[in-house]
C-alpha cells in the first residue's frame, strides 16, 4: 500500500491539530474554517515534526517580489528559495517556510488581521507550494463533472469561466455539475494520466457546495477549454480549436496556481509536468461572444465536441 502523502501547516493559533484530506494528501493543522472542516478525515492529529521554524541562510534566492492576490486585494508578496525550502512573506498579513519535507511553519503573523484571511492566506501559496514540492502542480479553473468526466475551463480573469460553470450546473445536460470554482489540484499517476483531484477548499463557496459532496476524489481530467471571446457577428462566433502540444503546455503553465513563486528545479518539474499532461489531455480554446443569449449554444458545442 502507498502511503499518503502528509503535509503540516503550523501556525500561532491555540487550537489543536486536526487531520483532512485534501487533494490526494493528509494535511494536518490548526486552521479552521468551515470550507476546511468539510475535509476532515476523522482519526487523532499531532504533530509530527518539531514546532520551532527553519532558520533562512542569508543565501537565500529571491524568486519573486511583486504583487500577489490573496483573499480579495493585491498585495507585495516576496518568495525566496534556501537549501531547505521556501520562505514567503505576504506584506501585512505573515511569513512563512515550506520546506520539501511538506512542513508548513507560520512563522510571524501581523496583529489585528482579519482571521479570515489569514486562513486564505495559509490555504492559498504555503499550501499549493508544498502540493507541487510533492508533485501536485494545481490551475486557476472553473470546473464542471459531466458525467463521470471532469471537465475545466481556463482562461484571464473575466473570461466568463464561473459563468460558464454556473450556467452548465443549472441549464447543462444531465448529469453536468459545477463542483470547483477557483483551484483544481492535478497529479500524474503511476502510467502518466493526468488525475484531477477536486477534493480542495474553494473559500469562495459554502460548505454544503464543496467538491467534497459532490465527485470523487480523483477523476481523470477529460478536457481543458481556453476561454476566449469572440464577436457575434462572425460566421464562427462559436467555435472549438485543439491547440498543439507545445501550446497546450503553455496555456497550462500560464494557468498554473503559484507559478511564478517556483524556483529554477521546481520550475523545471513543472514544464515536465504540464508537457506530459498536454499529451494525454485534449486542450482546445472555446470562442464565443461574451453575451448570456449564447451560452445555450455554448452550452450544445461542448456537448458534441466531449462526444
Given at each position: 500500500?502507498?502511503?499518503?502523502?502528509?503535509?503540516?501547516l503550523m501556525t500561532h493559533r491555540p487550537e489543536p491539530p486536526q487531520a483532512y484530506r485534501l487533494a490526494g494528501v493528509r494535511l494536518v493543522t490548526n486552521l479552521t474554517h468551515p470550507s476546511l472542516a468539510v475535509y476532515a478525515g476523522g482519526e487523532p492529529a499531532a504533530w509530527t515534526n518539531s514546532p520551532d521554524p527553519p532558520l533562512l541562510e542569508e543565501t537565500a534566492e529571491t524568486i519573486f517580489d511583486g504583487q500577489g492576490l490573496i483573499g480579495d486585494g493585491f498585495r507585495r508578496v516576496v518568495c525566496r528559495?534556501?537549501?531547505?525550502?521556501?520562505?514567503?512573506?505576504?506584506?501585512?498579513?505573515?511569513?512563512?517556510?515550506?520546506?520539501?519535507?511538506?512542513?508548513?511553519?507560520?512563522?510571524?503573523?501581523?496583529?489585528?488581521?482579519?482571521?479570515?484571511?489569514?486562513?486564505?492566506?495559509?490555504?492559498?501559496?504555503?499550501?499549493?507550494?508544498?502540493?507541487?514540492?510533492?508533485?501536485?502542480?494545481?490551475?486557476?479553473?472553473?470546473?464542471?463533472?459531466?458525467?463521470?468526466?471532469?471537465?475545466?475551463?481556463?482562461?484571464?480573469?473575466?473570461?466568463?469561466?464561473?459563468?460558464?460553470?454556473?450556467?452548465?450546473?443549472?441549464?447543462?445536460?444531465?448529469?453536468?455539475?459545477?463542483?470547483?470554482?477557483?483551484?483544481?489540484?492535478?497529479?500524474?499517476?503511476?502510467?502518466?494520466?493526468?488525475?484531477?483531484?477536486?477534493?480542495?477548499?474553494?473559500?469562495?463557496?459554502?460548505?454544503?457546495?464543496?467538491?467534497?459532496?459532490?465527485?470523487?476524489?480523483?477523476?481523470?481530467?477529460?478536457?481543458?477549454?481556453?476561454?476566449?471571446?469572440?464577436?457575434?457577428?462572425?460566421?464562427?462566433?462559436?467555435?472549438?480549436?485543439?491547440?498543439?502540444?507545445?501550446?497546450?503546455?503553455?496555456?497550462?503553465?500560464?494557468?498554473?496556481?503559484?507559478?511564478?513563486?517556483?524556483?529554477?528545479?521546481?520550475?523545471?518539474?513543472?514544464?515536465?509536468?504540464?508537457?506530459?499532461?498536454?499529451?494525454?489531455?485534449?486542450?482546445?480554446?472555446?470562442?464565443?461572444?461574451?453575451?448570456?443569449?449564447?451560452?445555450?449554444?455554448?452550452?450544445?458545442?461542448?456537448?458534441?465536441?466531449?462526444?
Amino acid at each position: 500500500m502507498i502511503a499518503t502523502p502528509l503535509i503540516e501547516l503550523m501556525t500561532h493559533r491555540p487550537e489543536p491539530p486536526q487531520a483532512y484530506r485534501l487533494a490526494g494528501v493528509r494535511l494536518v493543522t490548526n486552521l479552521t474554517h468551515p470550507s476546511l472542516a468539510v475535509y476532515a478525515g476523522g482519526e487523532p492529529a499531532a504533530w509530527t515534526n518539531s514546532p520551532d521554524p527553519p532558520l533562512l541562510e542569508e543565501t537565500a534566492e529571491t524568486i519573486f517580489d511583486g504583487q500577489g492576490l490573496i483573499g480579495d486585494g493585491f498585495r507585495r508578496v516576496v518568495c525566496r528559495a534556501y537549501s531547505g525550502g521556501y520562505e514567503l512573506v505576504a506584506e501585512g498579513l505573515g511569513r512563512y517556510f515550506i520546506s520539501y519535507e511538506g512542513r508548513i511553519d507560520e512563522a510571524a503573523t501581523e496583529a489585528g488581521v482579519d482571521p479570515e484571511l489569514l486562513v486564505a492566506t495559509g490555504l492559498g501559496a504555503p499550501l499549493i507550494l508544498a502540493l507541487a514540492l510533492g508533485g501536485t502542480f494545481a490551475i486557476h479553473a472553473s470546473v464542471i463533472v459531466a458525467g463521470e468526466r471532469l471537465v475545466a475551463f481556463i482562461g484571464e480573469s473575466g473570461a466568463g469561466k464561473s459563468t460558464l460553470a454556473r450556467y452548465l450546473d443549472r441549464y447543462g445536460l444531465p448529469g453536468w455539475r459545477r463542483v470547483i470554482d477557483d483551484t483544481l489540484p492535478l497529479s500524474l499517476d503511476v502510467h502518466g494520466t493526468c488525475l484531477a483531484l477536486p477534493h480542495f477548499p474553494q473559500l469562495k463557496l459554502p460548505a454544503e457546495m464543496q467538491p467534497v459532496h459532490l465527485v470523487a476524489e480523483q477523476l481523470p481530467l477529460a478536457a481543458v477549454y481556453v476561454l476566449e471571446a469572440s464577436p457575434a457577428e462572425t460566421s464562427t462566433a462559436i467555435r472549438v480549436a485543439r491547440l498543439s502540444a507545445q501550446a497546450s503546455t503553455l496555456a497550462l503553465l500560464q494557468h498554473t496556481v503559484g507559478g511564478r513563486l517556483f524556483g529554477r528545479p521546481l520550475l523545471a518539474r513543472h514544464l515536465s509536468f504540464c508537457a506530459r499532461v498536454a499529451e494525454g489531455v485534449p486542450v482546445s480554446r472555446l470562442y464565443y461572444p461574451r453575451t448570456f443569449e449564447w451560452l445555450p449554444a455554448v452550452r450544445d458545442a461542448l456537448a458534441a465536441d466531449l462526444q
